[in-house]
């Protein structure tokens, strides 16, 4: 089965080849099956978020291939890593980042227009999504409208939006108290193992971690 996701030999450093570099990572294998759950552990500072911004090809690394449903994304050009990144990676902050402007449902709805689907098919796959996460009764609500909890699962969906082969998600739950970290946590686990896909999950909460299929850890810029 080809990895939905594949890094080898991954490198990043900050002030690479100037006093006072900082090597972030060292040289990280690692590869995601379809419908795998795996959490990414690390204390805070040691690359957590660095990793998941090069496995979504928002950052590159300075050496190393990274590879998505077995293509690589090492040689392609600015906008076909763009193209790639839309219609192959989700991703969820600690942060909902929703536009308040817009309702659930809209907030959905724009990245499936922004990658080419007809409105009336992104509303009905918007409304689906939100639907399976419990908030069907919630989609015209604006995200001041929303408790934080509602508002991580309109977050989830819209990771979800374009179908992607991968979630990526960077401490999910860290804004949440126990009680709402644990039905966004259920929410996104039911999402993913319905919908198949892979996912990366940076967290420090080890009980979480510890439910998902395989949990790495980053000891001093290397998977573990």
């Known amino acids: 089965m080809t990895a939905a996701l594949e890094l080898s030999g991954i490198e990043k450093a900050y002030n690479r080849g100037r006093p006072g570099e900082v090597a972030v990572l060292r040289g990280v294998d690692l590869a995601v099956a379809p419908g795998e759950v795996v959490a990414l552990v690390a204390p805070s500072g040691a690359g957590k978020s660095t990793l998941l911004h090069i496995a979504g090809l928002l950052d590159t690394?300075?050496?190393?291939?990274?590879?998505?449903?077995?293509?690589?994304?090492?040689?392609?050009?600015?906008?076909?890593?763009?193209?790639?990144?839309?219609?192959?990676?989700?991703?969820?902050?600690?942060?909902?980042?929703?536009?308040?402007?817009?309702?659930?449902?809209?907030?959905v709805v724009l990245p499936q227009l922004a990658n080419g689907a007809g409105r009336a098919a992104a509303e009905a796959r918007a409304a689906d999504l939100l639907g399976r996460v419990g908030l069907s009764a919630r989609v015209r609500h604006r995200p001041a409208e929303l408790s934080g909890g509602e508002q991580q699962r309109v977050a989830f969906c819209r990771a979800l939006a374009n179908a992607p082969r991968l979630l990526?998600?960077?401490?999910?739950?860290?804004?949440?108290?126990?009680?709402?970290?644990?039905?966004?946590?259920?929410?996104?686990?039911?999402?993913?193992?319905?919908?198949?896909?892979?996912?990366?999950?940076?967290?420090?909460?080890?009980?979480?971690?510890?439910?998902?299929?395989?949990?790495?850890?980053?000891?001093?810029?290397?998977?573990?």
């Open 61 to 107: 690394p300075d050496a190393g291939e990274v590879r998505l449903g077995g293509r690589a994304m090492g040689g392609l050009s600015d906008r076909a890593r763009t193209e790639a990144r839309r219609a192959e990676a989700g991703f969820v902050y600690q942060f909902h980042h929703l536009l308040p402007e817009f309702s659930a449902l809209e907030n």
């Open 168 to 224: 990526l998600a960077d401490e999910p739950t860290g804004n949440l108290d126990p009680a709402t970290a644990e039905t966004v946590f259920g929410a996104l686990m039911d999402l993913v193992r319905a919908t198949g896909l892979a996912a990366l999950i940076a967290t420090h909460n080890l009980e979480l971690a510890g439910r998902m299929d395989r949990v790495v850890r980053l000891d001093e810029g290397r998977v573990v």
